[in-house]
């Protein structure tokens, strides 16, 4: 059995690969010890969980909002540029990464084709929104005019 996953290197176009399933081909693929982020209900973003300490390039930048925190609870940040607790900000992955689908069990399964082309342009190495080439690696848009900006 293998998983279909869509697998994001720096400078590099997204990609659909089939991994066997397990913590060794995902570590593998990104190079070290795995951890990974629920981006949405049912998708996952696994990464180097320490591609920021190793400096590992910059790969990709995408917006989140920052989890909240109960009253009281001390925020420590490690990077200036993060977003205070309930604000918008962005996750910056360093090294490579892959996307997997996860089931309602938590288990790891398959994208679906739908899942392999939205995330392709998603994490692709040209804006979403019009095309062009991101001004860098991790651009959120592509520059200025891009109507993304305004968006």
Known sequence: MTLRVLVCRVEQEPV?????PGYLSFEKVVGGHVEYLCIEEGIDLWCNQKGR???LPLNR???ARAPSVEPGVAVIKTDENLADPGQWGYHA???????ARSDSEGSTTSLTDEDIQRFSKLFGLCCATCSEALEHAGAVYCGATCAARAA
Do not use: M, Q, V
């Open 61 to 63: 930048r995408f917006a």
């Open 93 to 99: 992955i360093h090294g490579d990464f892959f996307l």
């Open 16 to 20: 659909a690969e089939e991994i066997t």
């Open 53 to 55: 300490i190793l400096n």
